[in-house]
């Protein structure tokens, strides 16, 4: 009994797995299309999430790879740079041009500026007038201005002062020209002593700027210091020279004018010569 009980147990569920095998390939045959679909577009999409971390870490391992070489390689170059540098600095700081020196050097000349340089200008500038009358006082005024602008001024007030030449017939034409030579070196000295010394206020003005740039210098501006006063210099020597020029015109004119007087005076002396030796004659 109880066999056949099993019997019929297996057989039932064999029938059963039968109909559940018949009703998966129904349901296989009639599967729609857009599951392999599916599928596949998960696996693109699980292979791009992929591929991207992928390169990220390929570009992370060359990004460490350049900042290992900047570490380990340039970074020991750069390392001995800075000691180089730190070890020139330390030089010029200790050795070359050491901060004490430097500051007892400028504390040096603002001392010589503040002791010296109002006692200078007052030598410079000292106002020396002695005219007393009106006219002499304006031309002094005049020639101690020290502006280039007040030459005609002072060619009026020369004229003034020394006379102007006399008119035709009024004097003869050699003492007429002699007369015009005279004043015209004269003038001429005089307008340039005015125009030299507004120079001079020019170069005065250019030391001050530069003693005050000593004072406050660093090391290394010495050679730029140094070709601004040549330049100075050399203004200096061009109205030296200008000076010198005037001088010698003077003197120059000094000579010939004593020279005309000696002319004239043997003109006279062989005239009367010439008189004496026809009266002594005429007999």
């Not at 570009?59 to 340039?74: C, K, P, Q, T």
């Not at 030299?196 to 210091?225: C, H, R, W």
């Not at 002319?263 to 010569?273: E, P, Q, W, Y």
Request: hydrophobic share 40%; charged share 20%.
């Amino acid at each position: 009994m109880k066999n056949e009980v099993d019997t019929r147990w297996e057989r039932f569920l064999s029938e059963i797995s039968r109909d559940k095998y018949k009703i998966s390939d129904r349901a296989e045959k009639r599967r729609p299309l857009w599951k392999p679909r599916l599928a596949l577009c998960m696996i693109a999409l699980s292979a791009g999430l992929v591929v991207p971390e992928l390169a990220h870490g390929q570009f992370l391992g060359v990004f460490n790879a350049i900042f290992g070489s900047i570490e380990n390689d340039i970074g020991v170059s750069l390392s001995s740079i800075n000691q180089s540098a730190e070890g020139m600095r330390a030089l010029y700081q200790r050795t070359v041009a050491p901060l004490a020196a430097i500051n007892q050097a400028r504390g040096f000349v603002a001392n010589s500026i503040a002791s010296y340089r109002a006692q200078m200008n007052q030598v410079f500038y000292a106002p020396f007038t002695s005219a007393v009358t009106p006219g002499p006082q304006q031309l002094e005024r005049i020639l101690h201005s020290r502006e280039s602008a007040q030459v005609s001024a002072l060619q009026t007030s020369f004229t003034s002062n020394y006379g102007a030449i006399p008119v035709a017939n009024s004097a003869s034409p050699q003492d007429r020209v002699l007369m015009d030579v005279d004043d015209a070196l004269g003038e001429e000295n005089l307008k340039t002593t005015l125009i030299a010394d507004q120079g001079a206020d020019t170069i005065l003005l250019a030391a001050d700027q530069m003693e005050n740039q000593v004072a406050i210098s660093t090391p290394g501006s010495n050679p730029f210091l140094t070709a601004h006063a040549q330049v100075a210099n050399l203004r200096c020597q061009a109205y030296l020279q200008k000076m010198l020029a005037a001088e010698l015109r003077q003197e120059a004119g000094r000579i010939a004018h004593d020279n005309v007087l000696i002319k004239r005076k043997a003109t006279a002396a062989g005239g009367i010569n010439s008189l004496v030796t026809g009266a002594l004659t005429s007999r």
